[in-house]
């Protein structure tokens, strides 16, 4: 039986590896001559550039220290030229949790706010997740765009409780929706990475991870590059086997109950909106007339 931490592969030392080795050295405005035995930076360039001693960053990148000041953190992240969400993710997984013991919050239940809000989101396809990207409950259009295969009810039900990453992933009928599916697959596996950084010692978390990478060799092969994003907004475009080609913005926020409101939208009195409004029309009822 994998440890928990082992599982959600938070290791410090085997990310920095993968930062340290994706970075060139003229990027850096470092002068290379003659070969080099692996790619990207030495430890001694590394080092260098974050004003710490290569004794000390070789120590973290072999897993003999296990964490670090923030200060020596930061310096570190800007000589590996680590993006904002990256840096982050670096700080979360370098310093002590501080309470390792502390059981996962329970945020799986809905505010009577968030439900009204719920309610109240007819023209955008919505859904609240919990941090794990269990879908918590999600309104009709929602439903009909992603999964109806499913039954609109099965969000109460906290054993069959679909999770939209693990959807994407080991479900046909919605991978099948995504027509850049690198793209999609790409941003699941960052996503998941970034939020296992505050949530290292999450047993529910680290199962979901590990039956991902049981289950699909393509997440397996994602996951090691320990690539880091927090994607909160964007678009995305549909193939939907109903209304057919369909681009979509969407957004994240964070609700008062600790959860997460997810969103679709289209841009207004264009054809995309047209079609996810469709969606809301009983065709059944519209073909048995």
Known sequence: MRKVDQIVNTDLGSYLRQMRERVRPEQRGLRTSGSRRVPGLRREEVAALAGVSQTYYTRLEQSQTAHASPQVLLSIARALDLSTDERDYLLKIGTPVQDPHQPAPQADQLSPSTKM??????????????????????????????????????????????????????????????ADWAAESESNVTY?????????????????????????????????????????????LFDHPVVGELELMYQSADLQDGNILKFYHAEPDSPHEAALQLLTVDLDSVHHR
């Open 192 to 236: 998941l990475r970034f939020i296992s950084g505050n949530h290292r010692h999450d047993p529910r978390l680290a199962e979901l991870i590990g039956e991902l990478t049981i289950q699909s060799e393509e997440f397996a092969a994602l996951w090691c590059r320990q690539r880091v994003s927090n994607c909160i907004e964007g678009t995305k």
């Open 117 to 178: 809000l719920m309610a109240s989101l007819g023209n955008v396809a919505a859904a609240v997740l919990n941090y794990r990207c269990d879908i918590l409950a999600w309104n009709s259009l929602y439903h009909k765009l992603f999964a109806p295969h499913l039954d609109f009810d099965v969000t109460e039900d906290g054993d069959r409780r679909p999770n939209i990453i693990k959807m994407n992933y080991l479900d046909d009928n919605v991978r099948a929706l995504y």
